[in-house]
């Protein structure tokens, strides 16, 4: 449940088309109701001998059908971009990482990524970046690393456990900062 909970982090900036999939998904799931109930209220046509009605449910059928492809395709494309827009998210907060590591890290090996799933594995590599990034500070270099810590984290919520190490990190650099300057 809690990488569920995370995952759902993910989706904030895409919560209008996430909400799109989930309404579309609801009404697809009435149409797809629909259907048994009309083909039932159909057969009840027969037994009376109904034709008037028995042509009418048999259109209302069809056409309950064709919603509920009409719907699912839709909900599909829609949970498809946001898929696809999460994907890049993960691929852009790796680009990120790699690339800090590698302009502030040079010559550090770049870490095992383990098990997990890949936002586990890139917050597990952020915390690893920072918390390096932080143990080779200088006072000289303390304000220079806090800018590239904070270029890291800045935009995200401040329940980010990456955000969150990344303040302590500030504080611990800035008292650092201020040793260098007596």
């Known amino acids: 449940m809690s990488t569920f909970v995370r995952l759902l982090g993910f989706l904030r900036p895409y919560r209008a088309g ?20 009309l083909t039932g209220r159909a057969i009840d046509a027969v037994t ?12 209302a059928i069809v056409l309950a059908a064709l919603v509920r492809i009409a719907l699912s395709v839709a909900r599909r494309l829609v949970a498809g971009r946001v898929s696809l827009a999460v994907e890049l998210d993960l691929r852009n907060r790796f680009a990120m990482v790699k690339g800090a590591w590698d302009e502030n890290l040079r010559g550090v090996a770049f870490p095992s990524l383990g098990d997990g799933t890949a936002e586990q594995k890139i917050e597990r590599l952020e915390l690893a970046l ?26 995200r919520d401040d329940g980010d456990p990456v955000k969150q190490r990344v303040t302590q990190h500030h504080e611990e650099l800035a008292r650092l900062s201020h040793r260098g300057l007596r």
């Open 18 to 37: 996430a909400a799109w999939s989930l309404v579309l998904a609801a009404f697809a799931m009435g149409a797809t109701v629909a259907i048994p109930w």
């Open 48 to 59: 009376r001998g109904d034709r008037g009605d028995l042509h009418m449910l048999a259109g």
């Open 130 to 155: 920072v918390d390096e990034m932080r143990a080779r500070a200088t006072p000289e270099s303390a304000e220079q690393v806090a800018d590239a810590m904070w270029g890291l984290v800045h935009n």
